[in-house]
C-alpha cells in the first residue's frame, strides 16, 4: 500500500515537472507601450486641457473663499458671539463646497482619462495576445505594476520581452 502512495507520488510530482517546463512565459511592459505610442500624447495634452480648466475654475472659488476668510479676519474683532458664529458657519460651508467640487473635478478627470484611454488599452492587450500566440507564450506577465515597481527581477531570456514586438504590432 505505502509503495503504491509513494510510486503515485512520484509519478504526480513528475507529471508536474514535466507540465511546468512546457509552459513558456514572456513579459512586456505596458507603461512602455501606452507610453510610445502618439495616441497618448494626444491623449495627454486633453487631459492637460481639461486639468488647466478645472484648476481654472477651482481657482475662482479658491480666491472666493480667502476673500471670504480675510472679510471675516478683519471684521472679527467687531462681530458679537451670534454673528461671528454665522460667518464662520458661512466660512466652512464654502469651505466644503469648494473641497466637494476639487473632488468632483479631480474624479471627472481621472474618468475622462480612463475613457479616452480604455480602447488604446484593449489594443495593446490584443497585441500582446497576438505576439504572444505568434511566439507560443503560454502566459505574459508585466514586467511593473501600475506604481511603476518591478516585478519581474531577472530573465535569461530576452527574446522573452515582447515590448517592442508589440509597439512593432500596434504601428
Request: with cysteine; charged share 25%; proline share 2%.
Amino acid at each position: 500500500m505505502t509503495k503504491k502512495i509513494i510510486f503515485t507520488c512520484i509519478l504526480f510530482f513528475g507529471v508536474v515537472q514535466i507540465g511546468m517546463a512546457q509552459v513558456k512565459i514572456g513579459y512586456a511592459n505596458p507603461q512602455a507601450i501606452l507610453d510610445s505610442l502618439p495616441e497618448v500624447k494626444v491623449i495627454e495634452s486633453q487631459i492637460v486641457a481639461l486639468l488647466e480648466a478645472k484648476d481654472s475654475d477651482l481657482a475662482i472659488k479658491a480666491d472666493s473663499l480667502q476673500q471670504m476668510i480675510d472679510t471675516y479676519e478683519q471684521i472679527r474683532g467687531t462681530l458679537n458671539d451670534q454673528a461671528r458664529q454665522s460667518r464662520e458657519a458661512q466660512i466652512l460651508q464654502k469651505e466644503q463646497e469648494f473641497n466637494t467640487a476639487r473632488e468632483s473635478s479631480l474624479s471627472e478627470v481621472q474618468q475622462r482619462q480612463n475613457a479616452l484611454l480604455a480602447p488604446v488599452r484593449a489594443r495593446i492587450a490584443e497585441a500582446i495576445k497576438t505576439v504572444a500566440d505568434e511566439m507560443g507564450l503560454d502566459m505574459v506577465l508585466n514586467e511593473e505594476t501600475s506604481q511603476r515597481s518591478i516585478i519581474i527581477f531577472y530573465s535569461s531570456d530576452s527574446t522573452l520581452n515582447i515590448t517592442e514586438k508589440v509597439l512593432e504590432k500596434l504601428k
